[in-house]
């Protein structure tokens, strides 16, 4: 048995997790800090959290770990993986100018000045001018420029998150490739920084100096660094590698790494993924992110609420319920089970759309609608019609994905907090008329991000062996057919048809 563990920070919306795994996945240790606030909104639409709060959860887990009898030094690697799109400026000495910029955030710069003439003709005739106009106005060192140029002239660096906090564990200023989503820059058919003539430099407002080094997935970014082995307690000099970004890890910590399987996350954004060594666009003109097996692409559809709107659902209409089952010692996940248990597929007639997906509206919505409520409907009923709104929603971007690939998905895995309902499983199998598939751990993000510290120190020669030993399948849901045939019908003659006419409301709304 090969003795190496991995250290592998995981730095979501919610929360910051720290784990420690062996070689054959299995997690020896866990500390988690929640997040109280997750982010800070001064204004109306925008997300702030302080970046020093996050490295504070980083060493505050990391001793954690040790306090569990962990002993760091027989640590062979750390490694990292983090939320997506979320920013950090930095100063000369590496301290933040201001609050992160999370990716909720929706600050938007003023009017933009124009590109040169040639570009914006390219752009008209391309038919892509103004999602790169809207693509210029989100980009937050374009808000920067225009909102607040001292903190702009002031900038040394400009990061996202898993930038920030590499340069933290190492002194230097290196990012992995499969972390770089966001408004940056980055090519993301080369999966590296794009060509001095391209016209994305102006456009998003970052010279080349402001940016960090990146490391592809395996690569060492660096080694622990005196500072941080005072506040961490982790050795001096153990290597830090690079993994990417949260929903790339997770869909590797899955075992997702053929066109062919799918991994569904059942997290705070709700995503359909797939793998692919072909570069294809299935939103154009946006790309697709980098896997984090090197060379190869993520094609994602992403629900934004996603089973955030569970805790929604626990807080503000099932709060009575659930507090009465807490007062005797329950737990408020086995209410929603039970709920979701006892009534029929369909929910009596009652479907819960949860918010426009990008491939459905053209841009992400955060409204959402119910259809067919009546007074007949229990509260059981309107938790089914939300975890099988999500689950269509779902199935509807795995139709999107495959309609680009034209590779059928045959095999589907799940991950995330609700995959860890055996009720919220069974019903995916249901909605989508598959088997599904839940890995050893569902906090496979972690995990993608030590198989990627396992390829790179060696310890495996290549990701399909590292995840052959290190992801594993402990559960199968099987559909039931009754059900499955239920979901079939509504899905394509209900929910597919109501979502197109929403995407239409909701537009001109």
Known sequence: MNPARFLSIDCGTQSLRSFVFDANGEMLARSQIIFDPPYRSPEQGQAEQDADYYWDCVTQTCRNLWQQGIDPATLKAATLTTQRGTVVVVDDQGKPLRPAFLWLDER???????????????????????????????????????HDPETWRKTRKF?????????????????AVPSQVGYIPFDYKKHQWHAAWSWHWQAL???????????????????ISEAAARETGLPVN??????????????????????????????????????????????????????AVPGEYCLESQ?????????????????????????????????????????????????????????????????????????????ADWYRALVEGLLYALRDGQLHVTRYTRQPITMLFAAGGGAQSDAVMQTAADVFGMAIHRPHTHETSGLGAAIC?????????????????????????????????????LFHQVYRPWVRSLAELYRHG
């Open 238 to 291: 153990l290597p830090v590698i690079a993994a990417g970004a949260d929903k790339a890890c997770e869909v590797l910590g899955a075992g997702c790494i053929s066109p062919w399987q799918g991994a569904l996350s059942f997290g705070t954004t709700a995503t359909f993924n797939t793998i692919t060594r072909k570069y294809i666009s299935i939103n154009p003109p946006m790309p697709p992110y980098p896997a």
């Open 453 to 489: 510290a396992a390829v790179g120190t060696g310890v495996y020669p290549d990701f399909p062996t590292a995840v052959q030993a290190m992801s594993r399948i402990v559960r199968i849901f099987y559909p039931r057919a009754d059900r499955a045939a239920v979901h079939d019908r």
């Open 159 to 175: 990061l996202l998150l898993s930038g920030y906090l590499s340069f933290r564990l190492t002194g230097l200023y290196r990012d």
């Open 108 to 146: 938007q710069a003023a009017e933009m000045p124009p590109l040169p003439r040639y570009w914006e003709k390219l752009h008209q005739i391309s038919g892509h001018q103004e999602t790169i106009h809207k693509l210029r106005r989100r980009a937050q060192a374009n808000w920067l420029t225009v």
């Open 303 to 379: 629900i934004p609420q996603g089973f955030a709107l569970v805790r929604y659902f626990r807080d503000q209409i099932a709060g009575p319920e659930i507090s009465a089952a807490e007062d005797w010692g329950g737990d408020w996940l086995a209410v929603l089970d039970q709920w979701l248990m006892q009534t029929p597929a369909g929910a009596k007639g009652l479907m819960w759309q949860p918010g426009l997906s990008v491939q459905s509206s053209g841009e992400s919505l955060s409204r959402g609608a119910l259809l067919g409520l009546s007074t007949q409907h229990s509260k």
């Open 205 to 223: 407002g970052v010279p080349r100096d402001k940016l960090p080094d990146l490391v592809p997935a395996g690569g060492l970014l660096g080694n």
